[in-house]
């Protein structure tokens, strides 16, 4: 990217991250927005056609006029596989301040997103965040993250996530003190002593990982970590073969029962390292929120679609997941995910990875490379 | 009683006789072979080129000994390539004075064929299902890394389980050779069972940059061409269509891409895209030897074979069936095509002497 073209690119780049996040500051305000979706859509899928060599190519690719992008669904989505495979971000790779990593796998790449300006995803993550598992919840709130801090995790969204609502939600705690897997080991009774010490009017949140509760369950066996009153717990992705699985509805019992609060303030959470923004199930929100369904802040959509023409479907089918993310202002506005979802009432709800081509023929299937260990 | 290499070898070709047979017989079972495997009518006709219908003697010999012994096998058939059935079979009958043989449900044609055309009282067809009731010696079983699994987990305790999963083959391309034949010869290896095989070339390695790797693609995307209006390409499953559309979104973005409504090949520069089957290749540029013996390495426990213009340019893993572009479908009949072992066999338990 050359000086000038750089230049005019963080010009862009700026001006569209103070747009997405005036939309954000109205939600906190709980204002309407004078930004109109499909507009800033359109604006960020043109910025990126332009500033990014492989969103040019794709939509190429797709016969799509960069130019001619009036609404968000006219934007073709990056598949998530691309990230893995090349830079997908609109600016020199000297200046990005953070990268964040997928978990690698047997085929050694890892999905890469990188940003010159973290502010944007740390504003939607924490309106949301708030709205959503800390609505009502004023600091300070205990925050205990059973999972790496983002010093041990620099490439960890996730871990991002953690110590940035730490920060926000428990402003007087060092912020190392929220974080209870320490070199790759669960401090089971690091967080007994931080659970015990809590004051019984001040309400908690704990932010884990599926896997990671599954290990706490197990370590507590029928011991229990009671939570004050009003406290909640953030549970997030799947097993990915480091526990134990457990069913989704007994895992929330178990959750439940373990930290003794009620089923409805474990809240799960959907997020990507090629996002910027999260989904939360509602269930604190809305008294008739179902678990399962995942809400929408108002800066993101997940649109089913058709795997084969990537066209949207009617709500109620099942589709792959397209999301539509404004605060990916230098990266993929939309993104193509291999989950399985489906629109219901109140949001949408995940139903698993798309399982790959069924077996025809003794060629290995591309989920099978991905899960295998290796065989010789 | 025991019998010799020499009754093994006379038993298994009793089988390359029924295979002659069933050859001779392709027009009958190509209709339903082509339902059973989406393959086009051409698709059948090609595949039936890669059915074993003679081997030398030391092939056969090299089979025999690779097969071990069984006092009984029971061979569990996937909706393989469907010439596979016959190698399959050959391995368990070298190996077993009884074979049960139970074909793919969903792609029993061949295996049927051979069976009854060899008319070997050894040999019996069967629609058993329930692995666990199976009181064999070994149980050879063909398929996906869960039905391997599933099969392992079922059956009884001191039957021997062998299993044969699934794989991929890679090309190497000099870079000095004749890139249009190479091409072409590449194209015959994608084209044969639309890429569902094992041994059948999803990545290629082309040797020089960028611009060596580019212009292979564009040969191979022209040979392709030519070979679709000749050998069309069958129906792909939903998946696999969906599986497409994806890669060749990811290609668009992270590489090149040539694209056309029956193929695809991409161009990027690391093998970590590895396409979905259904004459999908990914061309990599190799400019160094050692980045060459890196990427293969990244692959090798995948890779059942390697087609190459230029065996001396690279090592290929040890493992895998090392072959000229253009043959990498018709491995001599000499053992199980996939050699990378199967190290669940070893676990359960010590070969039978």
Known sequence: ?376 | MSRTVEERIADVRRLLDAAIAVHADRAQLAPAIGRSSGLTPEGVELGFASLETTATAAELRALVASAGHAGSVHVILSANVFVGALRAIALARAAAERVTVRPSPRDPVLARALVERAADPAITLTAVRDVGSVAGDEVHVYGREATIADVRSRARPGVVVRAHGPGMGVAVVSDGGDVEQAADALAADVVAFDQRGCLSPRVCFVRGGESAAAGFAAALHGRLLDWSRRVPRGSLTAEERAEQVRWRGTLAYAGRLWDAEHHAVGLATTPAAVPPAGRHVLVVPAPSREGLADAIGLLAPFIVAVGTDDPSGFAAPRHARLSALGRMQRPPLDGPVDRRGDPGVEKRASPVP
């Not at chain 1, 906190?28 to 500033?51: C, I, K, T």
């Open chain 1, 1 to 376: 990217m050359g000086a000038n073209e750089g230049s005019g690119a963080r010009e862009a780049s700026d001006a569209l991250h103070a747009r997405v996040r005036a939309v954000i500051a109205a939600f906190e305000r709980r204002a309407v927005s004078l930004e109109a979706f499909d507009a800033l859509a359109s604006d960020l899928a043109r910025f990126q056609a332009r500033h990014v060599p492989g969103y040019g190519r794709l939509c190429a690719a797709r016969g799509v006029a960069p130019e001619r992008i009036a609404r968000a669904s006219d934007a073709p989505a990056v598949p998530t596989d691309a990230f893995k495979l090349a830079a997908v971000f609109a600016f020199d790779p000297n200046e990005a301040r953070v990268t964040f990593r997928t978990s690698g796998t047997t085929l050694g790449a890892r999905g890469a997103h990188a940003f010159r300006d973290v502010g944007t995803y740390d504003a939607a993550a924490l309106a949301f965040g708030r709205a959503t598992v800390a609505r009502g919840l004023a600091p300070p709130v205990a925050v205990l993250v059973v999972g790496p801090s983002p010093d041990e995790a620099p490439d960890s969204s996730l871990a991002h996530m953690c110590g940035l609502f730490a920060r926000a939600l428990d402003p007087g705690q060092p912020v190392e003190r929220s974080f209870f897997v320490r070199r790759g080991t669960l401090d089971t009774a690091g967080l007994h002593a931080r659970v015990a010490a809590l004051l019984p009017s001040r309400p908690a949140v704990v932010l884990a990982t599926s896997f990671a509760l599954v290990h706490l369950l197990d370590d507590l066996g029928r011991d229990q970590l009671p939570l004050p009153p009003g406290s909640r717990v953030m549970q997030t992705g799947g097993f990915k073969g480091r526990s134990r699985e457990v069913e989704a509805e007994e895992l929330r019992r178990a959750i439940a029962a373990a930290f003794a609060i009620a089923e409805r303030d474990v809240v799960g959470e959907y997020g990507m390292t090629e996002l910027s923004s999260q989904f939360w199930e509602a269930t604190l929100v809305d008294e008739r929120a179902r678990p399962g369904v995942y809400a929408e802040p108002p800066w993101a959509r997940v649109v089913p679609v058709d795997p084969e023409t990537l066209a949207p479907i009617v709500d109620g089918a099942v589709g792959i997941a397209r999301v539509e993310d404004l605060a990916n202002v230098d990266s993929a506005f939309a993104v193509l995910t291999q989950d399985r979802v489906r629109r219901v009432p109140g949001g949408f709800e995940l139903l698993g990875r798309t399982a790959g081509a069924p077996p025809r023929g003794c060629s290995i299937a591309l989920d099978e490379m991905l899960s295998s260990r290796g065989t010789p």
